[in-house]
C-alpha cells in the first residue's frame, strides 16, 4: 500500500491513464466517459471509478472525465510537473540504447552523464552522443551535479558496489536493470525492470495458453 | 488468476527463484533452507513455502530445499526446457540493443531475425550481427521458418499492424515494448514492458518517499 492506502495495482496504471489521455488531447478530443476509457485501458468502468477515486474523483456524473484537466492531475501525482537528471550506469548496448530511449520519450527525464569501468567503453558515445565517464569519477560527479535517477544498467556484481556511491551521492531514485533486486529503502525509490525475467514470465504463459 | 488457480504475482516471482537458484548452483550450495532463500528474495518464508506449495511443495520437512531439483522444477514450469526461437520487430536502438542482450543472456532463446520498415534501417546490424530484414517479407518468413516469440520494439501504430501478420504466421508470445497494451487473447501470450511508464511509476515512488 502506497500514500492513503494506496494499492501498488493502481499506481502500476497511472501512467497508462497519463499516456492515453495524452493521446486524447493530441486527437483534439475534449471529454471521456468512463466507459469509453474502460474500452481503451482494458478495464471496467467500475474499476477505472475506483482507480481515479484513489485521487479524489476528477469525474463529474454524466459529464465524463475532461481530459486536459486528468491527464494535468495525474501528472502532478506521477510527479510530471517538474524535471528530472537521469544518470545511466553501465554504457553496455542497454544502457546506451536506454540513454537514447529515455531522450527520444522527452517527459522531463534528461541524461545527463553516463558511466562505465570498462576502459575499451569510456569514451564511447551513444547514438545521440552521450559519452561513457570511467566509473571511477562517479563519487565526484555527484558531489557537483545533483542528479535524481541512476538507470542501473550493468551486472549485479557492479551493482552492488556502485549503490553506496549513489546512495552517498544523493540519488534517490534507482531504476534497475540489473539482476540485484533492491528493495525500496526509506531514502530512496528503486523501480525494478527484469527483461530476461519478463522473457521467462512470457514462455510460462506461452504454455499455459489454455488458461 | 492462472493454471490451478496459481496468482499471477507467485508467477512473476518464479523466474527470480529460477534465477536465484541458478547462482546457487553456480556456488555449489546443494540446499538451503526457506529461511535463507527467504532472506535472498526479500519475502517472508512462509510466503516462500506458500508460493513453492501452488506446484506441489519441494520441500522437506527440516531438510530445507534441495537447490537443483527446484531450480529444475521451476524451469520446467516457465517452460525452460526448451528452447525458443524469437524475432525483434522493430530494428531501432532498442530492437538492436535488445537482440543482443537476449543473445548473451542465453536461455534457450535465439534471435533468429530482425525486422524493420525503414529502408535506412533495413540492413543494418545489431552489435552482434543480426541484420534487419524489410518488414515486407516478415509474413513469408513467418511462413517458411518456425517462430515462436516476437519481440515488438516499434511504435505504437507500427505493433497494430504488424499483428495481424504476427498471430496469422503462427506467433504464440508477444513480448511486447510498444505503447499499445495488448490483452492476452486464447491463442497467444502477451507480455507487456512498459519502460518509459515504469519511469513514471519511479518519479511516483520518489514523490511519495515518507510512505
Known amino acids: ?3 492513503r492506502g494506496i494499492p501498488p495495482a493502481v499506481i502500476s496504471r497511472l ?12 486527437r483534439k478530443v475534449e471529454r471521456i466517459s468512463s466507459r469509453e476509457l474502460s ?8 474499476q477505472i471509478r475506483q482507480d481515479l477515486n484513489h485521487f479524489g474523483g476528477f469525474g463529474q456524473q454524466g459529464y465524463g472525465y475532461n481530459a486536459k484537466y486528468l491527464h494535468t492531475e495525474i501528472g502532478k501525482i506521477l510527479g510530471l510537473d517538474r524535471s528530472y537528471k537521469v544518470i545511466v550506469v553501465g554504457a553496455g548496448r542497454l544502457g546506451k540504447a536506454l540513454a537514447d530511449y529515455v531522450l527520444y520519450e522527452k517527459r522531463g527525464y534528461m541524461i545527463v552523464a553516463m558511466f562505465d569501468k570498462d576502459p575499451a567503453v569510456i569514451g564511447q558515445k551513444s547514438g545521440r552522443g552521450i559519452a561513457a565517464q570511467d566509473v571511477a569519477s562517479l563519487a565526484r560527479y555527484l558531489e557537483e551535479n545533483e542528479v535524481d535517477i541512476a538507470a542501473l544498467t550493468l551486472p549485479s556484481e557492479g551493482a552492488l558496489e556502485v549503490m553506496p556511491i549513489l546512495l ?7 531504476w534497475n536493470f540489473s539482476h540485484t533486486v533492491f528493495p525500496n529503502s526509506g ?3 528503486v523501480q525494478n525492470v527484469h527483461l530476461s525475467e519478463s522473457l521467462m514470465e512470457l514462455t510460462y504463459r506461452m ?3 489454455s488458461i
Chains 1, 2 share one sequence.
Open 168 to 174: 552517498e551521492g544523493g540519488i534517490r531514485g534507482i
Open 39 to 46: 474500452l481503451q485501458m482494458h478495464l471496467t468502468a467500475s
Open 187 to 189: 531514502s530512496v525509490a
Open 1 to 3: 500500500m502506497g500514500e
Open 207 to 209: 504454455n499455459h495458453l
Open 15 to 26: 501512467p497508462r491513464y497519463y499516456r492515453f489521455l495524452g493521446e486524447l488531447i493530441d
